[in-house]
C-alpha cells in the first residue's frame, strides 16, 4: 500500500521497510523477509531519514542499530500501521457485511414475551461484530419506516398489507384466557367463547394494541357474544394481579403465559376464538442481499436454528 503522510513525502512502505529493519537490525535480513532486495531498502532508508533530516539509524557490528530519534520514530510508526491495519480489516468486514448496525423497529411486546429477545442473541452469537438500533413502534408504523428508509428491519405482530414489502412468519401463538385457578372455567383443558358469556373481562385500552382489542372484540361477536368488559388496565402486572385474585379473566396469548409467572392465574385455549398472535419479520425486498442485513435475514427464514454447533461468523 502507497499512501502519503502528512506533508512529508513519507509513505506507508517507508514505515513497514524501517519497522522491519528495526526489528532485525541488519538490512541483508530484513531485505529476506520484505522479499525485496537489499539495494532498494537501503535506498528506501535513506530517502525516508533524508525527508525527516533526522538520523534514524547507525551502522553498528555487522548491521545497524536505532539511534535515539530512531527508536521514538520507531515506536510512532507501528502504532500508525497497527492503526492503518485495523482500519483495512474493518472497511473489509463492513463490504463484507459482518461489522455495522442495523436500525431495528419492534413491537414491545414481541421482544418481552416473543422471539425477538432470542434473535438479537443469535445474532450476536454468530456475528459479534453486527449491533443493532432497536426502535419501538407499532407494525403499522414500521410498514412507513421501512418505505422511508429509517430503518432495514422490522419486527411486529402483522404482516405488511401489500406487497411493497417481504415478511417472514416467525411464529403463531394462538390467543387464549387467562384466569384464576380456582375459575370454574379453569377445570377444563379448554372452553368455547360462550363460556365466557357474562365473565368479567379485563382487557388492555385499544389504544396499546387497536388491532388486536378490535380483532378479540369482532371474533367474539361473531360467536355472539358481548364481552362484559369490567375494567381497561394499562399496566400488563396489575392486570395479571387481578386475574390472580380472581377478580376477571383476560385474554393473553400462549406465549407471553410461557414467560410470565402467573402464581395463582392458569391459561386455557378458547377453541372457537380463532385468533393467533404472529411474530413477523419485514424488510425493504431491494434489501434481500444487503450485505449487512443478510445474516440477520438467514437466521429470521432459519428460526428456530441450533447455536450449540455454529462458530461466531458462521
Known amino acids: 500500500m502507497s499512501l502519503r503522510l502528512g506533508v512529508h513525502g513519507i509513505e506507508l512502505r517507508h514505515l513497514r521497510y524501517f519497522v522491519v529493519v528495526a526489528e532485525e537490525e541488519n538490512f541483508h535480513r530484513a531485505a529476506d523477509r520484505l522479499h525485496i532486495s537489499q539495494s532498494p531498502l537501503s535506498r528506501q532508508m535513506r530517502d525516508l531519514q533524508t525527508e525527516l533530516g533526522v538520523e534514524l539509524l547507525e551502522p553498528f557490528g555487522r548491521g545497524v542499530r536505532l539511534t535515539p530519534a530512531g527508536r521514538a520514530f520507531a515506536t510512532k510508526a507501528n502504532v500508525i500501521l497497527d492503526s492503518v491495519d485495523a ?8 463490504g463484507s457485511g459482518k461489522v455495522g448496525t442495523i436500525p431495528v423497529g419492534f413491537e414491545t411486546g414481541t421482544a418481552y414475551f416473543g422471539t425477538l429477545g432470542s434473535i438479537m442473541v443469535a445474532l450476536r452469537r454468530l456475528h459479534p461484530r453486527i449491533t443493532v438500533r ?3 413502534m407499532s407494525s403499522a408504523e414500521q410498514w412507513e419506516a421501512l418505505r ?9 405482530n402483522y404482516p405488511p398489507p401489500d406487497l411493497s ?3 417472514i412468519v416467525v411464529s403463531r401463538n394462538p390467543l387464549g384466557v387467562v384466569l384464576h385457578r380456582n375459575h370454574p372455567l379453569a377445570s377444563r383443558p379448554h372452553f368455547k367463547t360462550e363460556n365466557l358469556r357474562g365473565e368479567p373481562i379485563l382487557m388492555q385500552p385499544r389504544s396499546l394494541y387497536p388491532r388486536l382489542h378490535d380483532d ?27 386475574v390472580a385474585t380472581g377478580d376477571a379473566a383476560s385474554f393473553m396469548p400462549e406465549n407471553q403465559v410461557r414467560v410470565l409467572l402467573l402464581g395463582e392465574a392458569v391459561w386455557r385455549p378458547v377453541v372457537d376464538l380463532d385468533i393467533e398472535l404472529t411474530e413477523v419479520a419485514m424488510w ?10 443478510r445474516p440477520l435475514l438467514d437466521i429470521v427464514r432459519a428460526w ?3 447455536l450449540d454447533g455454529a462458530a461466531p461468523g458462521d
Not at 422511508?148 to 411486529?156: A, C, D, N
Not at 425493504?284 to 442485513?293: G, V
Open 148 to 156: 422511508r428508509g429509517e430503518i432495514s428491519f422490522g419486527y411486529g
Open 165 to 167: 414489502l417481504n415478511h
Open 216 to 242: 378479540i372484540i369482532a371474533a367474539v361477536r361473531r360467536r355472539g357474544v358481548d364481552l362484559n368488559v369490567v375494567a381497561e388496565v394499562t399496566d400488563l402486572e396489575a392486570l395479571l394481579t387481578l
Open 284 to 293: 425493504r425486498p431491494e434489501d434481500d442481499d444487503a450485505t449487512l442485513l
Open 134 to 136: 432497536l426502535t419501538p
Open 87 to 94: 482500519a483495512v480489516e474493518e472497511v473489509r468486514l463492513i
Open 304 to 306: 428456530p436454528i441450533d
